[in-house]
């Protein structure tokens, strides 16, 4: 069966009401490619994978999302690991520090780089899902990306911030359908006004 498409108000208000919806279900998605790969081995591929589709959905396509998804999780299950899952790894490094210094004179000074570089992270999937890179120059690009423009990303990482402690504490049986898909869409939406689109 076609797509029946929606034009003027109702088109947008159609597309703003349907990103919940799939956001949900990236977020579904996301959790059995990390289970997929032992936790460990998928935490990356799966989190390539979410930002590779919402990438895909921000670029106007309209893809499948079961099958690009598994698709782009088994063409990232090697490659991701030194891209992705070394920076996730030490990011767990770099919390449990940053919570090691409390009371001590480098507190502040420790939360700060945790948040820089949190939400530098945050985007440094989408430019990979954008931009086949090497490492080194996918960080390059990602710092370049995230800190032109220092206050946009640091309201990113503070809204981030502040709807995950709103979820938590309101409805925490909630977080689970939402993150971590919804920080993605943030950063990829950074990600994707940055860099130029592919052409056809």
């Known amino acids: 069966?076609?797509?029946i498409e929606v034009g003027g108000r109702?088109?947008?208000?159609?597309?703003v009401l349907d990103w919940p919806v799939r956001l949900v279900g990236l977020n579904v998605l996301w959790f059995m490619g990390v289970l997929a790969g032992l936790v460990?081995?998928?935490?990356?591929?799966?989190?390539?994978?979410?930002?590779?589709?919402?990438r895909e959905y921000l670029l106007g396509t309209s893809p499948r999302p079961w099958r690009d998804f598994w698709t782009h999780w088994r063409s990232a299950l090697t490659a991701s690991q030194l891209a992705l899952g070394v920076p996730i790894l030490t990011m767990w490094v770099v919390v449990f520090y940053t919570l090691a210094a409390r009371g001590?004179?480098?507190?502040?000074?420790?939360?700060?780089?945790?948040?820089?570089?949190g939400v530098t992270l945050l985007q440094l999937p989408a430019v990979l899902a954008h931009l086949e890179l090497?490492?080194?120059?996918?960080?390059?690009?990602?710092?370049?990306i995230v800190w032109r423009r220092p206050l946009l990303s640091v309201g990113i990482g503070l809204l981030t911030v502040a709807l995950v402690l709103g979820v938590w504490f309101s409805s925490p049986a909630a977080l689970p359908l939402f993150f971590p898909a919804v920080p993605a869409?943030?950063?990829?939406?950074?990600?994707?006004?940055?860099?130029p689109r592919p052409t056809s």
């Open 1 to 3: 069966m076609a797509d």
């Open 104 to 117: 001590t004179p480098f507190a502040l000074g420790a939360v700060v780089f945790t948040f820089g570089y």
């Open 40 to 54: 460990v081995a998928g935490l990356a591929p799966a989190t390539f994978a979410l930002y590779a589709l919402l």
């Open 134 to 144: 090497s490492v080194t120059e996918a960080w390059r690009a990602t710092v370049t």
């Open 185 to 195: 869409l943030l950063g990829a939406v950074v990600v994707h006004r940055a860099l």
């Open 10 to 15: 109702f088109g947008r208000l159609y597309r």
